[in-house]
């Protein structure tokens, strides 16, 4: 979803209503006013799968018909399968980003949980739920390759 304009917000910050983060010279890295920013984003987030709950439920009992044929019968059952999948990965989701909310309250928001750096706020704009640095992600992931997982 990009934006017309030269922030070039994305899809989490439009969603969000803010702009990516500006840090000024000599910042304090993960201070409260960057806290609020990806607060604001995470809040945004959840808030939108909220919704997309709620439409599913709408949804699926507003269709939900007894076809005679079974075909058409199929491929109701079909729709409603890919339906409830999406919403499995988006209730995953959502413990993740409440897990987030949690670590911004705690004040352990920001850092690498595997070697403790700085994860980096343009990292953080694209994915607020990361929990490790880029460094340490692509090691994991290399990892999990080479083990066949």
Not at 11 to 25: F, I, K, R, S, T
Not at 49 to 67: G, I, P
Not at 95 to 119: A, S, V
Not at 125 to 131: K, L, Q, S, Y
Request: charge should be negative; proline fraction near 4%.
């Amino acid at each position: 979803m990009p934006v017309g304009n030269n922030n070039k917000s994305l899809g989490l910050l439009a969603l969000a209503g803010v702009v990516p983060y500006e840090a000024a010279v000599g910042e304090e890295y993960m201070n409260p006013k960057q806290l609020e920013h990806f607060r604001k984003i995470l809040d945004a987030w959840r808030q939108q799968l909220r919704e997309e709950v709620d439409r599913t439920k709408t949804h699926m009992a507003d269709e939900a018909a007894n076809f005679p044929d079974p075909v058409d019968r199929a491929a109701q059952e079909e729709e409603f399968s890919l339906e409830l999948r999406a919403r499995d990965r988006e209730r995953k989701l959502l413990k993740k980003i409440e897990k987030t909310l949690q670590k911004i309250e705690n004040d352990d928001f920001g850092f690498c949980d595997t070697c403790g750096i700085e994860i980096g706020i343009k990292r953080l704009e694209a994915r607020p739920t990361a929990d490790q640095c880029i460094d340490c992600k692509t090691l994991a992931e290399i990892k999990e390759k080479q083990l066949g997982g």
